[in-house]
T-cell receptor
Framework: GENVEQHPSTLSVQEGDSAVIKCTYS??????FPWYKQELGKGPQLIID?????GEKKDQRIAVTLNKTAKHFSLHITETQPEDSAVYFC????????????FGGGTRVLVKP | DTEVTQTPKHLVMGMTNKKSLKCEQH?????MYWYKQKAKKPPELMFV???????INESVPSRFSPECPNSSLLNLHLHALQPEDSALYLC????????????????FGAGSRLTVL
């Protein structure tokens, strides 16, 4: 079926280093790709999103890149801080699934001080 | 007010009980959602209300019954649940309605953690 694959499932980085999470999708008609951060005991929170008419978007230490040809998009976090520790979910609007927002499996990020 | 408020935060119920989860937002959002999240898994869509009308039901068992009394409130009525229904139930809202489904920014509540004994 139409799904979103996310890797890695866990990521441990040293404070100050960069973290990269990658997602692939199968529906070439997908046109919206948000990233959500879920901290312990909280609901997911949108941190950045990108639409298919742009290849890159940046917001301070966070950036997202989109390769439509290869059907993958990535989240980049630079200068990681302990408060970046959380579970990150990518998602894609899958046209073939009735335009449903389909989430990846999640990446648990641990930033070690 | 930029929050989605969910009550209760925790709920323990037996398989014969009837209970309700409640969700409230005062951002003027026109769509409200229920998601189910099992441990270490992504949220799974259950229901979508757009302009107070049910627009999507993801083939959810009838023991879950959603209700949208007005544009700010969303309930999930629970009856005869099974232990496998134990999960975190997340409510979300979005500014736009179902016409732009899947491309709307979702604002999630903190969730109601349900345990079915």
């Amino acid at each position: 079926g139409e799904n979103v694959e996310q890797h890695p499932s866990t990521l441990s980085v040293q404070e100050g280093d960069s973290a990269v999470i990658k997602c692939t999708y199968s529906d070439s008609a997908s046109n919206y790709f948000p990233w959500y951060k879920q901290e312990l005991g909280k609901g997911p929170q949108l941190i950045i999103d990108i639409r298919s008419n742009v290849g890159e978007k940046k917001d301070q230490r966070i950036a997202v890149t989109l390769n439509k040809t290869a059907k993958h998009f990535s989240l980049h976090i630079t200068e990681t801080q302990p408060e970046d520790s959380a579970v990150y979910f990518c998602a894609a609007r899958i046209k073939a699934a009735g335009n449903k927002l389909t989430f990846g499996g999640g990446t648990r990020v641990l930033v070690k001080p | 007010d930029t929050e989605v408020t969910q009550t209760p935060k925790h709920l323990v119920m037996g398989m014969t009980n009837k209970k309700s989860l409640k969700c409230e937002q005062h951002m003027g959002h026109r769509a409200m959602y229920w998601y189910k999240q099992k441990a270490k898994k992504p949220p799974e869509l259950m229901f979508v209300y757009s302009y107070e009308k049910l627009s999507i039901n993801e083939s959810v068992p009838s023991r879950f019954s959603p209700e949208c009394p007005n544009s700010s409130l969303l309930n999930l009525h629970l009856h005869a649940l099974q232990p496998e229904d134990s999960a975190l139930y997340l409510c979300a809202s979005s500014q736009a309605g179902a016409t732009n489904f899947g491309a709307n920014v979702l604002t999630f509540g903190a969730g109601s953690r349900l345990t079915v004994l």
